[in-house]
């Protein structure tokens, strides 16, 4: 009898995925559901869909799912745990959706240390919308609104959330990882298990913020697009733990 080495998580469902061909949210739907199955939680599961490309996550994951009005994610997410608290629930949301127009929720759902798992996904860029800038865009980055690069005199400088979120008392754990290669993916399903046993053992607020690639609105091939996320992502935003109330000494960053 042949022996089955690979196969779909539980988790989620034969729905074709209507990512462009080398996004990376259809790597993080599959990391998300391979972590609750290694996990053994696969039968109480809530999700939190935002709006930005990955809107259609609903359609995708065999758990509840829940759609969120722009940014609203983490409100709606605090509703649902409070009502279900021994559910498990994650929150799934690009820097658009969490650090633009839902900066307001993610920092309070966060300082109120609601035990949910939130998922933020740092591509740079609005990708769903045509590729403007997003809080996170890169300084000299080109977006549609910004044509000859960011300029932080002109346009701001980039926000750096989990640096800001682990100021608070109330997160229990904070990590960046990325997704530009096997090694960094592998880490990126471990730190979302870390979030999701914290929520599980009712320790509080969890974000993982992985730094992903939009090749679309990059205009760059898949691979040129991991390459750029593994230099200058990763040198504007360092990869580490931020926060994590288990371990007495925080680092911050690498
Ligand atoms: C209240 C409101 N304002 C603006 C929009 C338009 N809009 C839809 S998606 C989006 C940007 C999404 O970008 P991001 O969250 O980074 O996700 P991505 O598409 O890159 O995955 C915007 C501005 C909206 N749907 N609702
Ligand atoms: S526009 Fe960008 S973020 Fe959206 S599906 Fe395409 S590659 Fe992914």
Redesign the pocket.
Known sequence: MDKIVFRKPKLLNDTPMHYCPGCT?GIVHRLIAEALEELGDTDNVIGIA??????FAYNYFTCDMFQA???RAPSVATGVKRANPNSTVFVY??????A??GMAEIVHAATRGENITVIF?N?G?????GG?M?PTTLPGQKTTTSQSGRNPLEHGNPIKICEMLSTLTGPAYIARTSVHDVKAVRATREAIKKGFKMQREKKGFSLIEILST?PTNFHMSPVAALEYAKTAGCEAYPLGVYKDVEQSNEVKGK
């Open positions: 949210h935002p709006v930005g490309c990955a809107v009005a722009h940014g949301q690009g820097d658009g959706d969490l633009s127009i996904i591509n860029i609005y990708g769903m919308t403007q997003a939009c």
